[in-house]
């Protein structure tokens, strides 16, 4: 069972109602057995009141195994899938009332049809308030033919010019200040309201603000159901309603239909006409099928005709037509939300979908049936097209403010960026001074600490000479002295012969100590004889203490003898040897000094027991730091690789002159 409704949008305040009704009916038939021993399945697609999407709600029910589809509520929604019921041959249950001049082999229309509902309504208001009435209604099939079957039957009664007014409005207005104000000008005799869905909430509201009251322009409603008034009974109390069935009406079926509604939904859930006939359809839909011994659309097509159920509105019979004979009721709103019914009309009355021309008998009768036909087409296509028209203005009105707000925003973006890039820019100059100034700090860093590095030299060389030029030579003299001493005193004096030897031995000893400072400082062949004579000295003093062979390997080192360069590589060797003796428990040491095109190349490779990641990278390495900083501050640098168990690797590079005895011109060493 395929239920097409609105569950969304302007239209769900109507239409869920009719859901909630079709859904009892079809538990109410499987609850005594379904139809042909099968229980019915309902599937629910929501129309969101947009004629394209029932269309397409119709088509994936219809695909989906759907055997009959129940719904629609506005005449739009009803066209939109009468395109889809006719091109698959299916059959659509149409429980609303509606404009006439159709008919359809794949629909049935169950709701009333204009001589049915508005013709009565018309004559009663013409007799009971006047002929000067003013139409409203919504933008669509419905109330534009309606009303345009109204003015001809105002016409005919020879009161055509007492229509005062007729203005339409989209489904989902909420504006109708303009339309009041005019019936408050006109004054008519009463306003027929072909209002739909949401919409009917503010017109009343906003008619009742604006201070007409139902005695002195009562509305008479088509459109909006009972239950839609249940939260404007204050403000619509008084205004009138046309209808096939109001909750009032005293017969038996109704008041039991009453009673399971409200036990189901809740003793203040209302109910309308278009719910009872939309619950109606299913149990006549039921009857057809089970004449047919069939749900195939086609065979339940062949069986509609005469098929009956007893509604809570009166006895139903479907016409060869395929539309139902239904009473009329004129109801008025009272204080406590329930309708008095003022007026019913003697009994069913015929449905007449073309105003009576299908009783007619002449030549043209079928071509008078295509021009009336094409009327509501038209309308609907005219609407349709205004519509898009308007939904286009709105776009491009929607368009115009967002290129608006675009151009502003990309004004407003625009000088956010020309003051980023001024700022950026700015930013850029100040990091550009500050890594100028802190290059300069940094120059001038290296340059005082090669200075202070060049003055300890210096200080070391003065105290080495001055240790072992002017202490050692004191010492010297002391000790020729004590020898002298010892070879002039008598053999009876042994006992100061043996103090005198003692202390040349300590005077030797302190002279061997006074070398050995004396080198630590500024070994004097550095100066005297050069790097090559140092680092051979080193060498032979690092085998001398530890017993570790080391090789020195020296090629074209001639240019290494500046002074500045020299000192550096001497020391960093000097260093290297020492991290070596206390760190690596090495067998085998290897050196290779080499200068060429201008740099200065130290490596030291050792077999001992390797450094780490983690040692290289510590701050606490202070020997491995020594050795870089001297390298850094000649402009040079120093690698130093290892891996535990795999001995140490140190390259030293430092750039020369190729000038002997002189430095880079560009470096301050």
């Known amino acids: 069972m395929g239920l097409l409704h609105s569950l969304t949008g302007c239209m769900s305040v109507s239409e869920r109602l009719l859901l909630n009704a079709e859904l009892m009916a079809i538990d109410e038939i499987n609850a005594t057995g379904g139809v042909l021993g099968r229980n019915l399945v309902p599937r629910v697609a929501d129309g969101a009141s947009d004629p394209k999407l029932f269309a397409r709600g119709a088509r994936q029910l219809i695909s989906g195994g759907s055997c009959a589809l129940f719904g ?3 005449s739009a929604s009803r066209k939109a899938v009468k395109e889809v019921v006719e091109l698959q041959d299916h059959l659509l249950w149409y429980p609303v009332q509606y404009e006439g001049l159709e008919e359809s082999p794949n629909i049935v229309y169950t709701g009333s049809c204009i001589n049915q509902q508005i013709a009565p309504a018309l004559e009663w ?16 099939v419905f109330p534009r033919t309606a009303n345009k079957l109204i003015r001809a039957l105002a016409g005919r009664r020879g009161q055509a010019a007492a229509i005062s007014g007729e203005e339409y409005f989209p489904l989902d207005c909420t504006d109708f200040a303009a339309v009041i104000a005019a019936i408050k000008t006109l004054r008519p005799d009463a306003v027929i309201n072909t209002l739909n869905g949401g919409s009917n909430l503010v017109f009343y509201q ?3 603000d604006a201070g007409i009251s139902s005695d002195e322009i009562p509305i008479l409603t088509v459109s909006i159901s009972e239950p839609e008034f249940t939260p404007l009974t204050k403000v619509a109390s008084g205004h009138l309603a046309c209808w096939n069935y109001f909750q009032s009406l005293n017969n038996e079926a109704n008041r ?11 003793a203040d859930c209302a109910c309308s006409a278009s719910a009872v006939m939309a619950y109606s359809q299913i ?51 009272k204080a406590d939300g329930d309708f008095e019914i003022l007026w019913s009309s003697a ?27 094409a009327y509501p087409e038209t309308v609907d296509y005219s609407v349709r097209l205004n519509q898009e028209i308007l939904d286009r203005r709105r776009a491009e009105d929607a368009l115009h403010r967002l290129n608006e707000t675009l151009e502003e925003r990309i004004r407003e973006r625009t000088a956010e960026l020309v003051l980023e890039i001024e700022q950026r820019r700015r930013s850029e100059e100040a990091l550009r001074s500050s890594e100028e100034q802190l290059r300069k700090a940094l120059l001038m860093a290296q340059k005082l600490s090669q200075h202070m590095e060049s003055t300890r030299e210096n200080e070391r060389r003065h105290i080495a000479r001055e240790i072992h030029d002017e202490l050692g030579q004191a010492l010297t003299a002391l000790k020729l002295d004590l020898f002298w001493l010892q070879e002039q005193l ?24 006074v070398q ?50 020299a000192t550096a590589l001497f020391r960093i060797f000097q260093e290297t040897l020492t991290n070596i003796t206390r760190h690596a428990h090495a067998t085998r040491v290897d050196a290779t000094l080499e200068c060429t095109r201008g740099f200065a190349f130290l490596e030291v490779m050792d077999d001992g027991i390797g450094i780490s990641a983690a040692q290289l990278s510590s701050d606490e390495s202070f020997g491995l730091l020594g050795i870089r900083e001297r390298a850094l501050m000649c402009g040079g640098k120093a690698h130093i690789s290892g891996l535990p168990g795999k001995g140490t690797n140190i390259r030293v590079t430092i750039p020369c002159s190729g000038k002997e005895g002189s430095c880079h011109e560009n470096i301050a060493c």
Request: net charge positive; aromatic share 8%; hydrophobic share 45%.
């Open 283 to 333: 149990y006549l839909w039921k009857e057809a099928v089970e004449a047919a011994g069939s749900v195939d659309p086609a065979l339940v097509r062949q069986s509609l005709v005469g098929r009956s159920f007893d509604s809570p509105a009166g006895p139903l019979v479907i016409s060869p037509n395929r539309h139902i004979a239904l009473p009329a009721h004129i109801g008025r709103l």
């Open 516 to 565: 050995r400072i004396s080198a630590e400082l500024r070994p004097r062949l550095l100066d005297d004889l050069g790097l090559v004579a140092a680092m051979d000295w080193l060498a032979k003093g690092f085998m001398k203490r530890t017993g570790v062979p080391c090789t020195v390997t020296l090629d074209q080192v001639g240019n290494c003898n500046g002074a500045a360069c």
């Open 490 to 513: 008598p053999p009876t004096v042994g006992e100061y012969a043996e103090k005198i030897a003692e202390m040349i031995v300590m005077v030797s000893e302190t002279v061997s100590s």
């Open 72 to 74: 629609c509520w506005t």
């Open 256 to 266: 039991r239909f009453l009673a399971r509604f409200q036990t189901r939904y809740g």
């Open 125 to 140: 208001l013409f007799s009971r308030r006047g002929p000067r009435i003013f139409l409203v209604g919504s933008d669509y």
């Open 206 to 208: 906003q008619f009742h």
């Open 347 to 373: 009994g069913a009355i015929a449905p007449l979908p073309w105003l009576g021309l299908e009783n007619q008998d002449f030549p043209a009768v079928g071509i008078a049936r295509e021009i009336l036909a």
